[in-house]
């Protein structure tokens, strides 16, 4: 296929993903006409409809999808394989573009991004916090960062923390005005005021999670405030309005300080943490090689 046939190529999958002539020509660098003509000469070129067109919307046809789901990953490796070569320099350079949970790019991936970059100025790090399962191959990012547990079974998965653990938590001054015992049991929940986590993706409450000797439990708790952000579940609980369920280390400094106690240890024994995931088959950069080394976990 001559080159231009090629350059005509990788801009119909710029269209077809984008789903528009005008967002497609602005990534590319070019003229939305000119954008559409190409697509016109390339349909006519092979003979068969690639782009159904309406006058508020782009779509891909069967053909065009056909397309797109076959030789667009084709594409995509030959351009990053050629980016790997360009990057074969004295210094590694390139962006590398990782969807992180907020907790995960504040103390993990930030700090180790802080670290690499003065010594490889011609890398870019581009992060995405997001708390919802993003699916990276569709995004287009290099790499995801989430909890052990909830990566998908066909990624590569590289641990980047220690694990983690739960901590059920509440003021003293909570304890001392809660007219009930201290739990011992996660069902004496039902007689405390607690805290709720909302879930920002599915707009579910959590259930908090205990298990101890192999039992598993899943308790519905109530209480006078709901929020969807830890940080101000923190802030809630050390103003004594109830007990919260965290991870053990955003609450670390105010168990060694007093400000907050904790109880049922016993019932939450600590989980896998954080992974870097990527999807097997997809050849990665120099930078991102130097940045999954940093990141790599070896406690």
């Not at 097997?280 to 406690?299: K, N, T, V």
Request: a neutral charge; aromatic letters at 6%.
């Amino acid at each position: 296929m001559p080159r231009e046939n090629l350059n005509d190529l990788a801009a119909f999958l710029a269209v077809a993903r984008e789903r528009s002539f005008t967002r497609a020509a602005a990534k590319l660098g070019v003229s939305p006409s000119a954008l559409s003509h190409a697509m016109r000469g390339l349909e006519e070129q092979l003979g068969v409809r690639l782009l159904t067109r309406t006058t508020r919307s782009v779509a891909p046809t069967e053909a065009g999808e056909r397309l797109l789901d076959r030789a667009g990953p084709l594409l995509e490796g030959i351009q990053a394989e050629l980016a790997a070569l360009g990057e074969l320099r004295s210094k590694p350079a390139g962006t590398v573009r990782i969807t992180a949970l907020d907790h995960a790019a504040e103390t993990i991936l930030w700090p180790a991004v802080r670290r690499l970059l003065p010594d490889y100025p011609d890398i870019v790090v581009e992060i995405s916090v997001d708390n919802a399962l993003t699916d990276i191959v569709s995004a287009r990012f290099d790499a995801g960062i989430r909890l052990g547990e909830q990566v998908a079974r066909d990624m590569i998965a590289v641990p980047i923390g220690p694990p983690l653990r739960m901590a059920c938590v509440g003021a003293p001054a909570y304890f001392a005005a809660a007219g009930a015992p201290p739990p011992r049991d996660p069902h004496d929940l039902a007689r405390h005021a607690c805290i709720n986590l909302r879930f920002a993706t599915s707009g579910g409450l959590y259930a908090w999670e205990f298990e101890r000797d192999g039992r598993e439990l899943k308790v519905r708790v109530e209480g006078p405030v709901i929020l969807n952000d830890p940080r101000m579940i923190r802030q809630v609980a050390l103003a004594g309005f109830g007990l919260a369920f965290l991870p053990e280390d955003h609450v670390a400094a105010d168990l060694a300080a007093g400000t907050l106690v904790r109880v049922l240890e016993d019932w939450t024994p600590p989980f896998p943490g954080y992974h870097l995931y990527y999807p097997s088959r997809r050849q990665h950069s120099p930078a991102f090689a130097l940045l999954l080394e940093a990141l790599r976990y070896r406690g």
